[in-house]
């Protein structure tokens, strides 16, 4: 297997140096010379539930979570190189929307990125990312946040919430070069829903034409996204994903998004530097994953969460959230059992995700499958049709008889039966007239 997300987008360096920001996104080969090391530096103690640290508070905010902390070490990020000024000013004259056969060929070119980087956790995070910014309670676009393709400036890749992504952006950035026509905020959702797709989930129903911003002073302050350790997950996770209008269902479901990627130290502060599902890659090695085949997309997250037998496998506060809070709980379980039910969930909250905030150029958006509105129709994820039991079919077989018809014929009209109900009720009625 060859590198994945991030590898080889990072300084060559046994220092746990930052990564280079939006300065890697000017050439795509001076990508391809950089390489990830894991940091030895930051390595941490083993503990099933890695606690503590928050992409957006402070350690000291959360150390009141009540699982045991995991010592590893937050992630200082050095002040990054800047955009140079022609960069900034060729990426803000794009506003309009996509182009629906340019839309179609760069699925096709990102399909390629993620079979030879094995990429798909970070692009599905790049696009979470751009959309979760959103805000129901601002009317005004794009000061509400959402899937506007803010997140390609370089003052919101440096938030917090946001460590790594640029190496997303430099993988998508050729494409966007290839294909003017596509909008960094239709990239990015195009490129987290085949993620998803590829990786063996559902087919999400999505449509495309957003609008993008057009300068870095239309990105969203910092702090919209969720953090992993507050002081109280439930209440967070709802706080956040309610301001966006998503619901309990949907954030749980959501959530197990997770069952693609890692978390690195050196980036979100959460996690251990490598596990044995993460030393040897796919890809760069490191990080900790939440599932044992981080890069296939099923119920395992669930799965994993509940039996919790794993100290390999990361449990951030607000995942386990999910399993403590009582109305999160009921979809937890019910996903950790089934499947199907999960992907029907998944599929649905992530169109919406991908919508929020986002201006559609034309109004109703370019739909590239016909699958967008299509009812969700359970069979498709479901093994086969099922088959009566053989005891079903003696009893429906028995019914039958007993009327004097059989399963395989229908059943015989009497005549002579019908012939006397209506002489009978004839009868009824004369004698009724006649008193
Ligand atoms: C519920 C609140 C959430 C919190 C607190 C959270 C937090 C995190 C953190 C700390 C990481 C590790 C980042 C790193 O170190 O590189 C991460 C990774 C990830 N998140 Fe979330 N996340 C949340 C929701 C979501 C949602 C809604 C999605 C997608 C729909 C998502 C998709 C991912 C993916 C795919 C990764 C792996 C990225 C990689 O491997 O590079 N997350 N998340």
Redesign the pocket.
């Known amino acids: 297997m060859t590198l994945c ?2 590898s080889h987008l990072l300084p060559l360096s046994n220092s746990p140096s930052p990564p280079p920001m939006a300065a890697s996104l000017t050439t795509s080969s001076a990508a391809s010379r950089l390489l990830l090391l894991p940091s030895a530096s930051a390595r941490a103690p083993l503990h099933r539930l890695s606690a503590p640290h928050s ?1 957006n508070t402070s350690l000291a905010a959360s150390s009141s979570y009540a699982f045991s902390p995991l010592k590893c070490r937050r992630y200082s990020p050095l002040p990054p190189r800047a955009f140079s000024n022609q960069r900034a000013s060729s990426m803000s004259t794009v506003a309009a929307a996509s182009d629906p056969a340019q839309l179609k060929s760069a699925r096709e070119d990102i399909k390629e990125i993620l079979n030879s980087k094995f990429c ?3 692009l ?2 790049l ?2 990312h751009d959309a ?1 910014t959103y805000n129901k309670s601002i009317e005004e676009w794009p000061r509400r946040g959402g899937a506007n393709g803010s997140l390609r400036f370089e003052i919101e890749l440096k938030h917090a919430a946001n ?2 992504l640029v190496n997303a952006l430099s993988l998508l950035q050729p494409i966007k070069e290839k294909y003017s026509g596509v909008t960094y905020a239709d990239l990015f959702q195009l490129a ?1 829903a085949t993620a998803i797709e590829e990786a063996g989930g559902p087919k999400i129903p999505m449509k495309y034409g957003r609008v993008d911003v057009s300068s870095a002073e239309e990105c969203p302050e910092e702090g919209r ?4 350790g507050p002081p109280s997950p439930a209440d967070h ?1 709802r706080e ?2 309610y301001r966006m209008g998503l619901n309990d269902k949907e ?1 749980v479901a ?2 197990g ?2 069952t ?6 050196d ?5 251990k530097p490598e596990t044995k599902y993460t030393k040897n890659g796919p890809g760069a090695p490191g ?1 900790q994953s939440w599932t044992a085949e ?1 890069l296939k997309f099923d119920n395992s997250y669930f799965k994993d969460i509940k039996a919790q037998i794993d100290e390999d496998l990361l449990v ?1 506060p ?1 995942d386990a959230a999910i399993f403590e809070d009582p109305a999160f709980k009921v979809y937890a379980e019910k996903y950790a059992e089934d499947q199907d039910a999960f992907f029907k969930d998944y599929a649905e909250a ?1 169109a919406k ?1 991908s919508n929020l905030g986002a201006k559609f150029d034309p109004p109703e958006g370019i739909v590239l499958d016909g699958v967008q509105g299509e009812k969700f129709v359970a069979a498709k994820y479901s093994s086969g049709k099922k088959e009566l039991s053989d005891a079903m079919k003696q009893k429906i077989r028995a019914e039958y008889q007993a009327v004097g018809g059989s399963p395989d014929k229908p059943l015989q009209s009497n005549y002579f039966l019908n012939i006397i109900i209506v002489i009978g009720v004839l009868a009824i009625l004369t004698s009724l007239l006649g008193n």
Request: hydrophobic share 40%; glycine share 16%.
């Open positions: 997300p991030s992409t798909h956790p970070i599905v995070r696009g979470w979760g460590a790594g987290s996204l969720p953090a992993a996770l956040v994903f954030i959501l959530s998004a997770h693609l990627g890692r978390s690195r130290p980036r979100s502060g959460w996690g990080g981080w951030l607000t992530h995700l």
